[in-house]
Each structure stands twice: as structure tokens, then as C-alpha cells.
């Protein structure tokens, strides 16, 4: 049977005689066991303890296994539920097996059948687990940022507040990626098998906000045909993604107010109140806190939502993640451009980096996929990257240093470059520039790079450059 020592099993029975007869028998083949009388209980040390499966008993006081069954399927979908069952709930232990419950175990025990069973349930929930693992991998995968420190605090926190449930605001610029951020955040949390509805605010006729939100019943208004949920609703179970939701009206806000406070929805044109379980994650390029001072928008909806705000920099302010997203949105897209396109040549990719990128990450993928549809080699060359001129910055332009220096092989930073190396070439350049526009002066280059002056000439040394090179000959 392998080596269980390490699997922890919950038993869920009211019958204490029971519950301690199957602990016993669990524990003697080297289980760790967790011993509760009730549902309320059960949940309790599930909050608290790692537990690998439950088997809980269907019919107790208060919180019966259906429920407990349904609160763990929710919050904890990776551990196995396996039902204990007399004669007269089989039918019942059967149509929670339907609902996603693993197994049921009839009562009174065969004790082989009983370990074959458990058995079965730990292996699927490690299958579970690593399937979970390998899908975090795919989406750190599927949404590459870099690693500017700008963007790795910002990283963080994402990974912090996923492991929670509480309501998260993102605020940044337009074309950040907060919507990405939100998914993120949802598809690495206890919810990521629940649904994920994105809703821009913004787009919303604001007649049909609560409608839209909230859901309605036919005939509560001209063209209510039939009943309709809302996207509460729909989101129940998983998370709520309000996008512009600085946006809102201030007579919907009072509405949104109570919707999260209270966990309820009611249909426009009924009277009934919907129980509904949403994570809100929101998104904004607007200051709310300034607009809480203004008095257009809600302070206690402020503080309800954002229990954790989280600033997305813009894409100038993290300028180490232009080369990995460039690289990164070639990758993906060069194969619907139907061309061999490897990378991008150095004189390109010194166009990229000396962009002010007032549209952000969404204008940078918008550029990429131009340059591809332009492109006439293997590399994407400088002339074939539209961009607004007035908005770049040329910290590696117009300025001639030493000979060495402006005769340095014009090679590429190809897609297929590790990205490592893509890093090294990026710092290289990046050092190469402020030196350039500070005419050799270290000091003040080392202030803009945000560097002491012993670490920025660490950094010099390292890649071989010399401040004196970049410094003016002396007029004649």
C-alpha cells in the first residue's frame, strides 16, 4: 500500500463508538487522523490543517455531509470526499457522487474493501495536486511579465493575495495588464475551477447595470422576454473581475455595496433573495482615493473592496520587461504571420527600449504583431517598428562614443536567445545608454539607474564597459 504516514484523512462521524473504531483502524495502517463529531467542526480543521481526504458520515446534527460535502468541494476541490453511508442514504451517497463526491463506503466497514478504497482516493488526490502544480506552471507560463523589480514586488503580492479570498482592487494605467493580473490571480487560487467573469463597468448601459449584474425576471421591463441571471450569478462560486469600476454611478454603487456585504442578489422585478459566493477582484486607471475625496465614489465601497490594492507600474517604469514581452508576444503570434521570423535585430530592439510606451504592454503586442506583417527577413529590422517618434526617448541614439564602442558587432537578439543572455544584452545596453547620455559622468549615471556608484561600477566591470568611452573628446 506504499507509505501513507505522510496522508492525513479527516473522519466526520457523530457516533463517537464509530469514529473511533475507524481511527483506530486508519491509524494502525500508519494514517495521520483528524477526528470531528460535526460538520461545523470538520470545517474548522480544514481551515487549519493539511488534509489529503474526508470521509464524512451523511446524516449528523446540524451541518450534514451534503453540506460539508459542498462547502469542501468549493474551497478545497483537490481533497477527495468519500461518503459514509448506511443502508438507507445509498441512493442519497449515489447522487453525491454524481454532484463530484469520490466514493461511498456502506456501513458496516470490510475492512480490506475500506483501505482499497482510501487508497484509490489519495492517489486521485495526488493526481489532483500535481495537476493543479502543472497548471500554475502553464498559467506563470502563459503570462510572462519579467522580472524588473518594478513588476517582481508587484508579482508578489499577486501570489499573496491569491492564496486568500479577500476582495482585490488593481490600479494602473490602461494596457498594464490588470486583467491578466486578475486572471492570475483567480486560476492560482482555492476557486480557479469555478467560473471567471470579466465585466467592463464602463461598458454598461447604466439603465441596464443592475440587470446586467444583478439579473431580472421577465416582464420587469420593456424587452425582459424571459428570467435572466445576472453575472453574480453566473460568477458564483469564483470570482467577479469589475473592470473600470471607477466607473460606476453612485446610485449603482449603493446597490454593489449591498450585494457584497450581504452575499445576496434579488432579481429586478422579484422580491426573492439569491444566496451568491463571489470573489471581487476590480480593476481601475482612475485614482480612486481621490475620487473618495471628491465624493464620487463611495468610502465604505472603497474599503469594502479594496482590502488589497495592488499598483501595476506602467511599461516605462519597468523597462526591464520590454525585451522578454517583445520576445514573448513573437513567439505566440509569428506563427499566425506565416513567416520565419527568429527575432529582432539590435538596432530594433534599441527602438523598443527607447519608447516611451504610452499604450503599454496591450501597444507593444499591437506593435509586435505590425512588425511581423512588415517584416522581410529573419529579424524584424528597426524601419519595420512603427511607432509614434514624438514619444520616444533615444538613450541610444544620436551620441558617438569610442571607436570600439560605434564599430560593435550589429548582431540580434533572436527569439530562440535563452533569456538569460537576452537580460545580460538588455543590462548591457541599458548601462552603454545612461552613460551615453551623461557623457561618461558615472556618478550621475549611476543616480538615474537608481545604483550606488560602487554597485553601478561592479556592474560596469562586468560587462566590460569604461565610463571614459562615452565621455566627449575635447574641442580642438
Known amino acids: 500500500m506504499g507509505t501513507p504516514s505522510a496522508k492525513s484523512i479527516l473522519i466526520v462521524d457523530d457516533d463517537k463508538d464509530l469514529r473511533s473504531i475507524l481511527g483506530d483502524i486508519l491509524a494502525d495502517e500508519g494514517y495521520h487522523v483528524l477526528l470531528c463529531e460535526s460538520g461545523e467542526k470538520a470545517l474548522e480543521r480544514l481551515q487549519k490543517d493539511d488534509v489529503n481526504l474526508v470521509l464524512t458520515d451523511l446524516k449528523m446534527p446540524g451541518m450534514g455531509g451534503h453540506r460539508l460535502f459542498e462547502d469542501c468541494t468549493r474551497r478545497w476541490p483537490h481533497i477527495p470526499v468519500v461518503i459514509l453511508t448506511a443502508h438507507g442514504t445509498v441512493d442519497e451517497a449515489l447522487s453525491m457522487i454524481r454532484q463530484g463526491a469520490y466514493d461511498y463506503i456502506a456501513k458496516p466497514y470490510n475492512t480490506q474493501d475500506l483501505m482499497m478504497r482510501i487508497s484509490r482516493a ?226 530594433a530592439l534599441d527602438r523598443l527600449l527607447g519608447y516611451a510606451w504610452p499604450g503599454n504592454i496591450r501597444e507593444l503586442e499591437n506593435k509586435v504583431k505590425q512588425s511581423l506583417i512588415l517584416a522581410s527577413g529573419d529579424l524584424i529590422e528597426e524601419d519595420e517598428i512603427l511607432l509614434d517618434d514624438q514619444s520616444a526617448e533615444t538613450p541610444f541614439s544620436d551620441r558617438t562614443p569610442s571607436a570600439r564602442v560605434a564599430n560593435e558587432s550589429p548582431g540580434a537578439t533572436a527569439a530562440g536567445e535563452t533569456l538569460n543572455n537576452a537580460r545580460r544584452d538588455f543590462e548591457r545596453r541599458y548601462l552603454m545608454g545612461v552613460l551615453r547620455r551623461h557623457r561618461g559622468n558615472a556618478t550621475l549615471a549611476a543616480r538615474e539607474a537608481g545604483k550606488h556608484r560602487s554597485e553601478f561600477y561592479a556592474l560596469l566591470k562586468k560587462h566590460g564597459i569604461s565610463p571614459s568611452e562615452f565621455r566627449e573628446e575635447p574641442r580642438a
Do not use: W
Open 122 to 347: 489519495l492517489e486521485r488526490e495526488e493526481l489532483m495536486v500535481e495537476n493543479r502544480r502543472l497548471k500554475d506552471r502553464l498559467v506563470e507560463k502563459e503570462y510572462v511579465f519579467g522580472d524588473d523589480p518594478a513588476i517582481s514586488e508587484v508579482m508578489a503580492r499577486v501570489k499573496a493575495v491569491a492564496t486568500t479570498d479577500f476582495p482585490v482592487v488593481l490600479m494602473g494605467e490602461s494596457g498594464t495588464g490588470k486583467e491578466v493580473l486578475a486572471r492570475v490571480i483567480h486560476r492560482t487560487s482555492q476557486r480557479a475551477g469555478e467560473p471567471f467573469v470579466p465585466v467592463s463597468c464602463g461598458a454598461i448601459p447604466r439603465e441596464l447595470f443592475e440587470s446586467e449584474l444583478f439579473g431580472h425576471v421577465r416582464g420587469a421591463f420593456t424587452g425582459a422576454t424571459a428570467d435572466r441571471q445576472g453575472l453574480f450569478e453566473e460568477a458564483s462560486g469564483g470570482s467577479l473581475f469589475l473592470d473600470e469600476i471607477g466607473e460606476i454611478v453612485m446610485e449603482h454603487q449603493v446597490k454593489l455595496l449591498r450585494v457584497i456585504q450581504e452575499g445576496e442578489v434579488r432579481r429586478v422585478g422579484e422580491n426573492l433573495q439569491r444566496r451568491v459566493d463571489v470573489r471581487i477582484i476590480a480593476a481601475t486607471n482612475r485614482d480612486l482615493p481621490a475620487m473618495v475625496k471628491a465624493g464620487t465614489f463611495r468610502e465604505d465601497l472603497y474599503y469594502r473592496i479594496c482590502v488589497m490594492p495592488i499598483l501595476v507600474p506602467p511599461l516605462r517604469d519597468r523597462r526591464g520587461d520590454i525585451l522578454p514581452l517583445a520576445i514573448h508576444f513573437l513567439q505566440r503570434e509569428r506563427a499566425l504571420s506565416g513567416k520565419t521570423v527568429t527575432g529582432f535585430s539590435r538596432s
